[in-house]
């Protein structure tokens, strides 16, 4: 079955220590991963996706199909950073985005 | 605004009435999804229409309905109504199908809260 896991619902981090969320996906074919955000009162929104190999606001994510994974990191998490993050996939040739159940952030002053 | 407009935003009722949620797409965008959010639940998809036209289904219930019309706005309708069914319930948007860019744009999601 197609299915995301995040396994942690809440992460407390310092602020300026080092973030990591994780997202492990189940899936046989080639997938297209994304990291989605909502922010307090905001609504949810991209942050990444793995095929731009992007940086946003200092998060990058790599995709390691060995290990079937796509965790979320940043080098030094800031207050701002708190948020509710999902981690999604799409498989090849659906229409279909998976999402997982979700890890909040919480970064302390 | 032109992003994608939810409505209502709050809506209680009871068991086994039927209620009508609605969703305006972004400007533009084609596809339009619906998801579910119960407590713990992550965000389950349900349905996805594509200009018109269903594109592909989850778990939806078979008391739970949906359409796309001709404006590309779309409607969730949920019937027989259960206190499980409480839930945040999401519409999101993209351009085409979501392989372009695949990007989805959310509204801010109807709250429904069965008595």
């Known amino acids: 079955a197609q299915r995301v896991t995040q396994p942690e619902k809440l992460l407390s981090v310092f602020k300026g220590a080092p973030v990591e969320l994780k997202c492990n996906y189940s899936?046989?074919?080639?997938?297209?991963l994304f990291w989605y955000v909502q922010y307090s009162r905001q609504r949810l929104q991209l942050l990444l996706r793995?095929?731009s190999r992007e940086s946003i606001k200092g998060f990058t994510a790599d995709l390691n199909k060995g290990e079937t994974s796509f965790h979320l990191k940043k080098p030094f998490a800031q207050e701002e950073d708190s948020a509710m993050y999902y981690c999604?996939?799409?498989?090849?040739?659906?229409?279909?985005?998976?999402f997982g159940t979700g890890t909040r952030l919480k970064v302390l002053a | 605004d032109s992003g994608v407009t939810q409505t209502p935003k709050h809506l209680i009722t009871a068991t086994g009435q039927r209620v009508t949620l609605r969703c305006s797409p972004r400007?533009?965008?084609?596809?339009v999804y619906w998801y579910q959010q119960s407590l713990d639940q992550g965000l389950q998809f349900l349905i996805h229409?594509?200009?018109?036209?269903?594109?592909a289904k989850g778990n939806i219930l078979e008391r739970f309905s949906a359409q796309q019309f001709p404006d590309l706005h779309s409607e969730l309708n949920l019937s027989s109504l259960e206190l499980g069914d409480s839930a945040l319930y999401f519409c999101?948007?993209?351009?085409?199908?979501?392989?372009?860019?695949?990007?989805?744009?959310f509204g801010e999601g109807s709250r429904l809260t069965v008595l």
């Open positions: 999101a948007s993209s351009p085409r199908t979501g392989g372009n860019t695949g990007e989805l744009f």
């Open positions: 899936y046989s074919g080639s997938p297209e």
């Open positions: 793995h095929i």
């Open positions: 999604a996939l799409k498989p090849s040739g659906t229409y279909k985005y998976i």
């Open positions: 400007s533009g965008d084609l596809s």
């Open positions: 229409y594509y200009n018109g036209e269903e594109r």
